[in-house]
């Protein structure tokens, strides 16, 4: 069914067990088409259209699966299927994950005890239970949930996250060209790099990447995938330290000729990490304030923070900032905020609610500013840290971090 535009004259379709045969398939004047499929098993197809594609699963017994697909210019906007257990199994499957994740991803970041992951993963596990009965005769309760199955009696030791990442893994099929398209996959990596901030030391936190990236190795897709998802997970997951390893590994062991982009990437993040000389802001313009330099060499810790007045997590950490330099503003602690804004007055109302405590402040109009490029500003708001005598001591940590370290710093 065209919304606007002509129908379009073909689709491609491809199952992720064979994606060597993406097969075109004609569309009718009608706007109907044909297909046999040629997986005997449960089976996740994609129909594409234009830059447009819909998944949907096929069971081994089904006759015939009917899909209604809508498109707009040739790109596909909208799809469903009449298999409605299929879809009703996806769905609820897609909730039960998603509330698992949720209560993990937040146990790691609160650092709880063991126990708790024992009470989550045993939760979890009875949740699965029900979901393989209910749904039995689905790809979703037959085929993928079996990708999260683990024995909970395999998890009553000792780094119980730990254990049931090494579950997940072990049972991975790293040759699986498809591997990249499975959720399942991409939130497991998520999860090892969360906890590779919990890592007691560097070195186990070097030895858990180049453990898993060897796996990876198999396939060429995969590593990069992987590396990818870890580099962001490091760069926005409020850990210097797991982002230093992860470079370290990069600039040592990586296959940089099959990760060029991302090997770059980590080669200018490296030049303002934590250890390294801050620089100067190259701005363009006088800041309201102090120069940077000025701020720095006032203060035994300088709270460098880009923002930008649209960026609804900034509007959110700023005012946390300001209750930061107002307890700490007192003990040689200052901050020098530069908006990234394309026009000055949207930054100027905001400062002007706002009323911060802190004097110098700064703006960057121009995109390609060389500020922006030394200090690797990929995302907003960026907080660095850095010591008076010109050195960054935090690059990825969150305000509630910067706050504990202000605080043994500056009794």
């Known amino acids: ?100 994740d949720v209560a993990i991803g937040k146990a790691i970041e609160e650092n709880a005890n063991d126990t708790l992951y024992q009470i989550i993963l045993n939760d979890f596990y009875r949740e699965m239970q029900g979901f393989s009965v209910y749904y039995k005769g689905t790809l979703a309760a037959d085929i993928i949930i079996e990708m999260r199955k683990f024995d909970p009696q395999k998890l009553t030791t000792p780094n119980t996250l730990s254990n049931y990442r090494k579950i997940f893994f072990d049972k991975v099929n790293f040759t699986d060209t498809a591997l990249t398209a499975i959720p399942i ?24 990447i180049s453990g898993l990236m060897k796996k990876t190795s198999l396939i060429k897709r995969n590593y990069n995938f992987t590396a990818e998802k870890i580099f962001a997970s490091a760069v926005t997951g409020k850990s210097d330290k797991t982002a230093h390893t992860f470079i370290e590994w990069m600039q040592k062991d990586a296959d940089t000729n099959s990760l060029p982009v991302l090997y770059a990437k980590a ?71 530069v908006a990234t804004d394309d026009e000055p007055e949207p ?24 500020t922006l490029k030394h200090y690797f500003i990929t995302q907003l708001p960026t907080l660095i840290l850095i010591s008076q005598n010109g050195v960054i001591e935090k690059r990825l940590s969150g305000i509630k971090e910067i706050g504990t370290f202000l605080e043994a710093k500056l009794q």
Not at 35 to 64: D, H, I, N
Not at 280 to 309: C, H, I, M, R
Not at 356 to 367: D, F, K, L, V, Y
């Open 1 to 100: 069914m065209a919304k606007k535009g002509t129908i379009p004259s073909k689709v491609y379709v491809a199952s992720f067990l064979n994606q060597t045969a993406i097969d075109t398939i004609a569309v009718n004047l009608y706007g109907g088409f044909t297909y046999e499929l040629k997986e005997t098993v449960p089976t996740l197809y994609r129909a594409q259209c234009g830059r447009g594609s819909f998944l949907f699963f096929v069971a081994p017994q089904s006759k015939e699966v009917r899909v209604k697909l809508s498109t707009e210019n040739g790109d596909i906007i909208n799809a469903e299927t009449e298999d409605y257990k299929e879809d009703e199994a996806y769905n609820a499957l897609t909730k039960l994950f998603e509330t698992f």
């Open 185 to 208: 996959y991409a939130n497991m990596v998520d999860f090892f790099s969360k906890e590779l901030c919990t890592a007691a030391s560097d070195e186990q936190r070097k030895r858990a």
């Open 267 to 337: 080669k200018r993040l490296a030049a303002s990490m934590p250890g390294q000389n801050y620089k100067d802001l190259d701005l363009g313009n006088k800041p309201t304030g102090n120069s940077l330099a000025q701020v720095v060499a006032k203060n035994k810790y300088t709270l460098l923070v880009f923002w930008q007045s649209t960026c609804q997590h900034c509007r959110e950490t700023l005012p946390h900032i300001k209750q930061l330099h107002s307890f700490f503003g007192n003990k040689s602690f200052d901050v020098f905020a």
């Open 347 to 370: 930054w100027q109302v905001f400062l002007k609610e706002l009323q911060p405590n802190w004097a110098s402040n700064a703006i960057i109009t121009e995109p390609n500013n060389p």
